[in-house]
């Protein structure tokens, strides 16, 4: 069964940080690039930051550019998004996706981020 897991998410106030973690299974994760995703009510799911399969690229969207940093760990199978600063316009469902040869993509099922006072 293929599968990706989200964890992590919380509710933390503005200027705090989170750490959101990925674990992928049941696909050869390695071989996958790996990104992070947002969704925030009414609002288009973005991406928010990328990392190639071999993890010596990464890219980021400008909103979230210098606060987050994407990892991955190949022995564990596990992508890591750390959230720094955050605010209050980061709240939002975050999803990882998994996106390999032939345009193959999976999804997690997301973890909820929220960013009040």
Not at 83 to 102: I, Q
Request: charged residues 15%; contains cysteine.
């Amino acid at each position: 069964q293929v599968q990706l897991v989200e964890s992590g998410g919380g509710l933390v106030r503005p200027g705090g940080s989170l750490r959101l973690s990925c674990t992928a299974s049941g696909f050869t994760s390695n071989t996958y690039a790996m990104a992070w995703y947002r969704q925030a009510p009414g609002k288009e799911r973005e991406m928010v930051a990328g990392i190639s399969s071999t993890g010596g690229s990464t890219t980021y969207a400008d909103a979230v550019a210098g606060r987050f940093t994407i990892s991955r760990d190949k022995a564990q199978s596990t992508v890591y998004l750390q959230m720094n600063s955050l605010k209050p316009e980061d709240t939002a469902v975050y999803y990882c996706k998994a996106t390999g040869l032939w345009d193959r993509v999976h999804w997690g099922q997301g973890t909820q981020v929220t960013v009040s006072s």
